[in-house]
Nanobody
Framework: QVQLVESGGDLVQPGGSLRLSCAAS????????MGWYRQAPGKARELVAA?????????YADSVKGRFIIFKRDNTWNTVYLQMGNLKPEDTAVYYC????????????WGQGTQVTVSS
């Protein structure tokens, strides 16, 4: 089992920056990928950014490329961050941290979410 706790959500003005944190605990050695998703009211949850264990490959949604960066605190999965810059009102959503384990189990774990609101 893996437990995830997000933090860092806040109200921020357009053009501002914010850093989200995801603290993982439990069987973190089983994780092979972690990512950030978001869900705005009335919309489906979408992938924002992800980082995989093999080679540390990072993937980003087109809407956040060049503005958001996902990175780990160290070589473990203890803490994963999402650095967000040049925030826009359309970035307003609940942001969720996700962790995945490889086959054959392919488990997926979620945090409780943290609210990001971009508004003047």
């Amino acid at each position: 089992q893996v437990q995830l706790v997000e933090s860092g959500g806040d109200l921020v003005q357009p053009g501002g920056s914010l850093r989200l944190s995801c603290a993982a605990s439990g069987n973190i050695f089983s994780i092979n990928a972690m990512g950030w998703y978001r869900q705005a009211p009335g919309k489906a949850r979408e992938l924002v950014a992800a980082i995989t264990k093999p080679g540390g490959i990072r993937n980003y949604a087109d809407s956040v490329k060049g503005r958001f960066i996902i990175f780990k605190r160290d070589n473990t999965w203890n803490t994963v961050y999402l650095q967000m810059g040049n925030l826009k009102p359309e970035d307003t959503a609940v942001y969720y941290c996700n962790a995945q384990t490889p086959q054959p189990n392919a488990d997926s774990y979620w945090g409780q979410g943290t609210q990001v609101t971009v508004s003047s």
